[in-house]
């Protein structure tokens, strides 16, 4: 009867210690899970560019140097160049104040080394 005894303390301690470890797994799967997803939107967050409106993004860049405006705003999208100017161009990085929608593009115009003009 003893044996009978201790048999069946044995299969519910199995048990038992299958059920904490399943709980413990997976309880580290949904940590890892949900970990992984906040760390995945903080860096989308982190890299996508801040939106400004018009007159801030103006404000920010108008009459500055290239580096002066790499350090306000950041990387242009796409630059290009004539005989008489640079042009840097922003996109979906300004907001019409009027309408709350963001501009497709902002066109930064440099002449002489400075900002002269925005185009958005």
């Known amino acids: 009867m003893a044996r009978v005894w201790w048999r069946s303390w044995l299969v519910v301690c199995g048990f038992m210690l299958g ?3 399943a709980a413990v797994l997976a309880g580290g799967g949904v940590f890892a899970y949900w970990h992984g ?5 903080v860096q989308a967050a982190a890299e996508a560019p801040v939106v400004y409106l018009r007159n801030d993004f103006t404000a920010s860049v108008l009459g500055k140097s290239e580096d002066e405006v790499l350090e306000a705003i950041g990387k242009p999208d796409d630059t290009s160049e004539d005989a008489q100017a640079k042009y840097w161009h922003y996109r979906r990085r300004t907001k019409d104040p009027a309408t709350g929608r963001t501009d497709s593009d902002v066109q930064v115009v440099f002449e002489r080394g400075r900002v002269i003009a925005l185009n958005f």
């Not at 997803?37 to 939107?41: D, G, I, R, T």
């Open 37 to 41: 997803k906040s760390h995945s939107q």
């Open 19 to 21: 059920l904490l470890t």
